[in-house]
């Protein structure tokens, strides 16, 4: 009800009561929007968690897979590794002492040399996953701070209205 001028009627009592009551009436509707809007955002929320858990998910069984199946493949190697070194001592047994050791030296050169290389390039397969994991873990930092930046947005436009 607008203000009263000089001069205006004094609004009775059941105008006063009917104003007040149109305006109960309008804020509870207003209420009550608020607080479907306020349980379908929750709920678009519950979605949003439950497809970044997902996601989550499926990001550390591949993961997983991916160890795993380095690992199978390393130990494929190293067992070929070791069947061939048997193969070769085998082979040394059979020859003299004097051959014995001189393979015995050659041998121990070789896996000093594999040994070496492989630290190395174990060193850089570790260095390599590490700045994988932190690309990734960057970008897992920027989607979580979008949705929460798209969620301080949702609610800061909710509470304009």
């Known amino acids: 009800m607008a203000l009263r001028k000089e001069g ?11 104003y007040l009551e149109g305006r109960v009436e309008d804020q509870s509707g207003v209420l009550s929007e608020i607080r479907t809007d306020v349980r379908e955002l929750r709920s678009e929320i519950r979605e949003l968690r439950a497809d970044t858990a997902g996601q ?4 550390r069984s591949d993961v997983v897979g991916e160890f795993q199946s380095a690992r ?26 004097g051959q014995f050791q001189a393979l015995r030296d050659d041998m121990s ?3 000093q040399a594999a040994r070496s290389e492989t ?15 932190h690309a990734m873990d960057t970008k897992i930092n920027w989607v979580i701070g979008s949705v929460l930046a798209m969620v301080i947005a949702v609610i800061g436009a909710l509470l304009k209205h």
């Not at 989550?56 to 990001?59: E, H, I, K, L, S």
């Not at 190697?77 to 003299?96: H, I, L, P, Y």
Request: hydrophobic share 35%.
């Open 72 to 97: 199978s493949e390393t130990n494929r190697a190293f067992q070929v590794a070791r069947d061939e070194t048997a193969r070769e001592f085998q082979a040394a047994r059979s020859e003299t002492n």
């Open 119 to 133: 630290n190395c390039q174990f060193q850089a397969l570790r260095d390599d996953m590490s700045r994988q994991f």
């Open 8 to 18: 205006d009627p004094v609004p009775t009592v059941e105008e006063r009561v009917a």
């Open 56 to 59: 989550f998910q499926t990001v």
């Open 109 to 111: 050169r070789q896996f």
